[in-house]
């Protein structure tokens, strides 16, 4: 079993920065491949970014690529989601997931995801 928990969400202007981080507690965190999502209301969860147990290999999704970044610490279990050039479209709830297959696999289907934190908001303003 694995926990997830996000923090670094909150408001921020446009063309402003956050950091996300998504600490993991239970065993065997290495062996998971770690990746962000975000969902706005009525509308799918969408893949942002992942990131495989050993770093490699990375996943952008187009709509961020150049402006987000993910990377993971194994010694602190933690990933991480660097946001910048925030714009007012980026405004969703975020979530880290976990799964012991590539994460970036589920980005059509996020429902396969083994494991989900509850999310944290992220507001741009314009």
């Known amino acids: 079993q694995v926990q997830l928990v996000e923090s670094g969400g909150g408001l921020v202007q446009a063309g402003g920065s956050l950091r996300l981080s998504c600490t993991a507690s239970g065993r065997s965190f290495t062996l998971y491949s770690m990746g962000w999502f975000r969902q706005v209301p009525e509308k799918e969860r969408e893949f942002v970014a992942a990131i495989s147990w050993s770093g490699l290999p990375i996943v952008i999704a187009d709509s961020v690529k150049g402006r987000f970044t993910i990377s993971r610490d194994n010694s602190k279990l933690t990933v991480y989601l660097q946001m910048n050039s925030l714009e007012p479209e980026d405004t969703a709830v975020y979530y880290c997931?976990?799964?012991?297959?590539?994460?970036?696999?589920?980005?059509?289907?996020?429902?396969?995801?083994?494991?989900w934190g509850r999310g944290t908001l992220v507001t741009v303003s314009s």
């Open positions: 997931a976990a799964d012991r297959s590539l994460i970036s696999s589920h980005r059509d289907s996020p429902k396969g995801v083994e494991y």
